[in-house]
Nanobody, 118 residues
Framework: QVQLVESGGGLVQAGGSLRLSCAAS????????MGWHRQAPGKQRELVAT???????NYADSVKGRITISRDNAKNTVYLQMNSLKPEDTAVYYC????????????WGQGTQVTVSS
């Protein structure tokens, strides 16, 4: 079992920065992928960024160059550094983890609100 707790959300002005954190606990040794998704009001949930166990990452086209995902394996924590934020980045950001036991399992955090003012 994996538990995910996000933190770092808040209200920022356009052009500002935020750093989101997601701390994983439980069966963290078996986590293969971690990532961030977001859901804006009235919108579908979308992928923001993912990172695997060896540090390979990928990003949504809309955030490339502005957002960086990283992880600290020793702390079982994944980060999302967000720069040059835009109002359209406003959303609830959810941490996600996928691990393999006898099969694949997916876990989600509770979400953290990011609001970017115009």
């Amino acid at each position: 079992q994996v538990q995910l707790v996000e933190s770092g959300g808040g209200l920022v002005q356009a052009g500002g920065s935020l750093r989101l954190s997601c701390a994983a606990s439980g069966s963290t040794f078996s986590i293969n992928y971690m990532g961030w998704h977001r859901q804006a009001p009235g919108k579908q949930r979308e992928l923001v960024a993912t990172i695997n166990s060896i540090g390979s990452s990928n990003y949504a086209d809309s955030v490339k160059g502005r957002i960086t995902i990283s992880r600290d394996n020793a702390k079982n924590t994944v980060y999302l550094q967000m720069n040059s934020l835009k109002p359209e980045d406003t959303a609830v950001y959810y941490c996600h983890a996928r691990r393999y036991g006898s099969s694949w399992y997916d876990y989600w955090g509770q979400g953290t609100q990011v609001t970017v003012s115009s």
